[in-house]
């Protein structure tokens, strides 16, 4: 009896040590997962508290924030918000204003019940510190710790304060915040519809200047006559008249698109490694109310380049499918290719001679409309049924393309063609347009003293056969 006593008493003991040793290894694995990360934390999670901290009386004026071996201060200043430190940029206040507001109204979602050691919540070397300050001189310095396992929340704790809290994943993001997430990346949107400037230069390529210049012009004061807006062209080819509907499609089509992605650099210093001290395209926009000037340097990756304002140091990245319009600008595409569109209600006469043939067409208002006006030819009235065609094949004469490398001996013969005009408005000057030959097929055309059009031999056949129709009928 006395030895199954003591058996019993053995096996006890060994029972009883087998289940201490598994606790206890229990216990010591909970520890070393929590501190893995991949331990769930035991927290209340009935209501969220709302807030954690409570600064209704005050303002939240600042916010400085340590992560990712940087230090970022937000200060807000005459109702802005800005970056210490950083002159040239401007934050979207849009988004300063939700990020304060998140800070100043920080609600957490529980608090940990059963603390482990610092380590088990990433709280013994922060992953981020905010430090803020109120109006009122009260101060609050929070510590991030590491994500829960599911990643749905964030460790927190307050300087002064024991509590562990759980903190929403998305309001513990904004702990980690660089400039990048603040800073303004729209840009002034300009209309599409009604430029008042479209300034292109390009390496390699003609530089592009198109103004709008409201009356100005014998063209443009024409067609604002009508209620249409125009623009002209200042380079490559002067006093040519451009569309806005036409730049609308093939130049200034995807404005909408038109904004940075990504901060590269704040503040750069140097723009040469980004190709942005001389960069291979500049691009100035305008329009009544909004301007913006963009200066592109190198490609970034496959799908976007480096960009900067014209006026700020901060270097982006913007998508290449927004610039590839400006990349691939071809003129001939939107611009009106007449040599001298001119609109017989402007005009006194016009003298076109060709050899031995010579065309004077005169003009009698006696109204305010088209109807009203009396054509001449040569001294006699021509209907306007007749008249208006053969003079839309005059003022329609329109250039296949320009070139500016053309000899000086072309110019040195007599003209085969000179066309002139005459306006009404005696301040006007003459618009004289002279027509030499080039090859076979192509005249050059000089118009006030600039020799750069080339027409087609036909179109000028045509224009002359309807103006002769006119004589001989």
Known sequence: MRKLLVFVAIFLLLLGGLVYLNTYKAKEGDNIAAVA???EPITTQ?????PAFNHADSNLVSV????????LAFVEKDDQWIADGYKDVSLNQQNMVMFARDFAQLDVSGTVEKKLIDSAYGLDVPSAVARLTFDNGETETLHLGNATPDGQYYYMRADGNDTIYLLDALHGQRFLYTLDDVIEKDLPTISANEPMLVHIVQKGKDEILIQFEGSKGKDAEKMAGYGMYTMMMKKPIDGVLVYPTNLATY???DLSSLKFTSLVEASCADMGKYGLSTPFLDVDLADADHAVHLLFGDKADEDSYYCRKADDTNVFKIDASAVKPFVDVDIYKFIERFVSLVYKDTLQSA????????YVLTFEKNGKTEKDTKNFVNGTEVSGERFNPAYELLTGLSFDKVSYD???????KTPILLVTYHFQDTA????????????A???VAEKDGKGIYIVNKQSVADMLRGLDGLVQH
Request: hydrophobic residues 35%; contains cysteine; aromatic residues 14%.
């Open 428 to 439: 006007m000057p003459d618009t004289v347009c002279k027509y030499y030959d080039y090859n």
């Open 46 to 50: 009935a209501q969220p508290i709302a």
């Open 251 to 253: 130049v200034l089509s």
């Open 351 to 358: 003298t076109v001679t060709a050899g031995q043939a010579s």
């Open 37 to 39: 990360g991949t331990a």
């Open 406 to 412: 053309l000899e000086a001996s072309y110019f040195q």
């Open 64 to 71: 400085t924030l340590e992560a990712n071996k940087a230090t």
């Open 441 to 443: 097929n192509f005249y």
